[in-house]
Structure formats: structure tokens, C-alpha cells
């Protein structure tokens, strides 16, 4: 066997040691990532903190199931709470038309930290503890609106009838 030989032989040799440590690496990392997500679990949602990667807690809530809730009128406004710590807990929320209502939202970080509507003119940051947004009786048309996080990725409804 000649010197260069040797030489490209070794050199594919390394080659070839660095695509299977590469490889296994990869499998490693696949493994954990499994690990976390249980097959035919739902991935636990993030822990409101803000601890959990940006968005995480967006794929689950913004396909979540509707959850109803109406608000109730206290003399000449109705009030409703909204939990937003992950995804809107209702997120379906039926209001009476021409009622002022104020809906307080749950203090909130991460992807749902900001609670936004085009729809209704408001856009609030809920870091810093709950906050209560009122909607002006002449705002409250019958008809259905719609609310999200503040990167829009996380959507509620309300409907006024
Ligand atoms: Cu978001």
C-alpha cells in the first residue's frame, strides 16, 4: 500500500467517524425531544412563567376546544373574567348588546402576555397583573368579534346578541 493511499484511507476514515458521531448526536437529541411529547399524550402546556420557549403554549390553545362563558349584568354593566395564562379560559364569550361590559383578564407572560382586539379597539399588557378592558354600550353591536393574544396567534370570540 502506498504512503498516499494510507493517507486518503485514514482521511475517509475520519470523514466517516465524524458523519456516525454527527448521527448518533442527532438520534440522541431526537430520543430527548420524544422523551418530553409521550406518543398520544398532549404536550403539557407551559407553565406561565415565562420560562417556556415564545409562543409554545400557541399551537395548543389556538386549536383548542371552545370554552363558553356569559357575562353577567350587575346593574348597568356586565362583567366577565377570562383566564389567560395559557390560551383564553372562556374563549367564547357572550355579552348583551348595548350593556357596557368589563372583562378583566388574568395576569399573563409569554406568548399570552398581550390581549388584543381589532375588532373592539383595545390592546392591553397583562404582565403586570390582570387588567379590565370596558366596552362602551354603543361599541356592543350584535354581532361577533374577535380577540387574540398580542402575536395574534391565539384567537377568542366574543358574540353580542
Ligand atoms: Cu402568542
Known amino acids: 500500500m502506498s504512503a498516499t493511499t494510507t493517507k486518503h484511507l485514514r482521511t475517509a476514515l475520519i470523514v466517516l467517524i465524524a458523519v456516525l ?5 442527532y438520534q440522541v ?3 430527548a425531544d420524544r422523551g418530553t411529547q409521550p406518543a398520544g399524550e ?3 402546556l407551559p ?4 420560562a417556556s420557549p415564545a409562543c409554545a403554549c400557541c399551537g395548543n ?3 383548542g376546544e371552545p370554552i363558553e362563558g356569559a357575562a353577567a349584568v350587575e346593574g348597568d354593566v356586565q362583567r366577565i373574567s377570562v383566564d389567560a395564562t395559557s390560551g383564553y379560559d372562556p374563549n367564547v364569550i357572550r355579552l348583551t348588546a348595548g350593556v357596557p361590559a368589563e372583562i378583566t383578564f388574568s395576569q399573563a407572560s409569554g406568548c399570552m402576555a398581550q390581549v388584543m ?8 399588557d397583562l ?12 361599541v356592543l353591536q350584535p354581532g361577533e368579534y374577535s380577540f387574540s393574544c398580542g402575536m395574534q396567534m391565539v384567537f377568542g370570540t366574543i358574540i353580542v346578541e
Do not use: M
Request: cysteine-free; proline content about 5%; charged content about 25%.
Open 117 to 124: 382586539s381589532e375588532d373592539l379597539g383595545f390592546y392591553e
Open 29 to 31: 437529541a431526537e430520543a
Open 61 to 63: 390553545s389556538g386549536t
Open 127 to 138: 404582565t403586570g397583573g390582570p387588567k379590565t378592558v370596558r366596552i362602551e354600550a354603543d
Open 42 to 44: 398532549p404536550a403539557a
Open 21 to 25: 458521531a454527527f448521527v448518533a448526536t
Open 47 to 50: 407553565v406561565a412563567d415565562g
